[in-house]
């Protein structure tokens, strides 16, 4: 289920409230509506300050809320409360949170706050010490009892020149609070999935290593998918790029070296219920890493004596045999030659229940560009070739396999 289906067509209720950070609840609003929401925005008086009810209707293209009510003015709280899926209060003030937290309705937005019935996130933004300050985290002890999600706020440089905690979240990363939100009863809702990303990298020395082409995009893309199925998610990635940017509400757990994926795998799996293994593992390893820098006069004629390494999915197999998890194990094949056949022999040799086969040759699939063209073949034999589309939408195909793995 990718960005635009998860939130196509979902009312998300974005209250703004006065903060310098307002400017960027523009921006979350935008990505909202870009993502196929439809946005209805609160301003209060303060926030009005700051940014323009015009702003938020130029980019959500719907009518956006003040205190000036019109003669409707009684029902408006109560419509937008209940055709709310989400509301959102982002930047949301010390003031407003106090309000929040004792019932208080003395403007559109904390009246609208009391008639939904919807999930809240509120994303704080203040000075560091309103932030610090005892009312303030007691308040936030009282939201959070009463299930309202607190995202951030984040440390950095604030407004007043200070640097602290109180910063509003960045809006991709509301994004991605906001997707967790959405996706909480969906078909992978209380299932462990666990996702290993890009290549391992195997020490020559502590300056060399030997690794591959993987950016990890394709690990990075199935994590989020499987959040967005509602999933819990542990995303095991190698250092390089892509595996850097953690899905919001996945667990992160870095490793560098095979061995390291191995253990860190194994470990995940004893609680998982399905295992992608999407990593680009290197198949050997030096025998004797050099503790210092081999110096270029030692080089001539250099030889690096390798080692094999485990072959993950069959440790993971062997200890499936004890400990009966992961339910599912699907495998990733990146061949240059004999696609089907190649990816038919590694099901079976490392007792898969999917393996999705790429084509590496291909300039459109494959390392480095963001689409790709798979196959997926499965234990029962059967076989579906997907078309040419982005890592994304691959994702979210695998994880529909999964999903209807669970509900057949
Ligand atoms: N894999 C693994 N452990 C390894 C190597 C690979 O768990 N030591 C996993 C990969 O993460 C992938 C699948 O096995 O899901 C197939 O990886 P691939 O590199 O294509 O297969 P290899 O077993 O290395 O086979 P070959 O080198 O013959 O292509």
């Not at 937005?109 to 509120?122: N, Q």
């Not at 440089?157 to 960045?170: I, W």
């Not at 299932?191 to 990075?220: C, L, M, W, Y």
């Amino acid at each position: 289920m990718n960005q635009i289906s998860l939130l196509r067509d979902k009312h998300i209720l974005l209250g703004v409230t006065g903060s310098i950070a307002c400017y960027k609840a523009i921006d979350l609003a935008s990505k909202l509506t870009q993502a196929g929401a439809l946005v209805d925005v609160i301003l209060t008086q303060s926030a009005q300050q700051f940014v323009t009810p015009l702003a938020f209707q130029a980019v959500t293209g719907r009518q956006a809320y003040t205190d000036l009510w019109g003669t409707d003015a009684h029902v408006i709280h109560i419509g937008l409360g209940e055709s709310a899926d989400l509301f959102v209060i982002a930047p949301c003030t010390a003031d407003t949170m106090a309000k929040l937290a004792h019932g208080r309705a003395d403007n559109l937005l904390t009246i609208t706050a009391l008639a939904a019935r919807c999930p809240l996130l509120i994303a704080p933004a203040m000075d560091g010490g309103m932030w610090a300050h005892a009312a303030t985290q007691a308040n936030v002890k009282t939201l959070a009892a009463r299930n309202v999600t607190i995202a951030g706020p984040a440390e950095g440089r604030m407004a007043s020149g200070l640097k602290g905690k109180g910063r509003l979240v960045e809006p991709a990363e509301l994004m991605g609070h906001v997707r967790l939100m959405l996706a909480q009863a969906n078909p992978l809702a209380g299932k462990h999935v666990v996702v290993t990303a890009g290549g391992t990298q195997e020490a020559i020395d502590p300056v060399r290593f030997i690794s591959n082409h993987s950016s990890g995009k394709q690990g990075v893309a199935l994590a989020q998918a499987a959040l967005d199925a509602g999933a819990t998610v542990t995303l095991i990635t190698g250092p390089t790029a892509a595996a850097r940017s953690t899905p919001v509400g996945a667990t992160r757990v870095a490793i560098t070296s095979t061995l390291d994926l191995e253990q860190a795998t194994l470990a995940a799996c004893q609680t998982a219920d399905v295992l992608i293994m999407a990593a680009a593992v290197a198949d050997y390893r030096a025998a004797a890493p050099a503790d210092q820098k081999i110096k270029r006069a030692q080089m001539s004629d250099l030889s690096v004596q390798l080692v094999e390494n485990p072959d993950i999915t069959i440790a993971v197999a062997n200890q499936k045999k004890q400990l009966g998890n992961p339910l599912l194990t699907i495998g990733f094949a990146a061949e240059s030659q004999n696609l089907l056949e190649n990816a038919q022999r590694k099901l079976k040799k490392k007792s898969l229940d999917l393996i999705v086969g790429n084509d590496i040759t291909a300039k459109d699939a494959g390392f480095f560009v963001d689409t790709n063209r798979v196959v997926l073949v499965a234990k029962d034999g059967s076989i579906e070739r997907l078309p040419l589309q982005s890592k994304v939408a691959v994702s979210e195909a695998v994880i529909d396999w999964i999903s209807n793995q669970f509900s057949g």
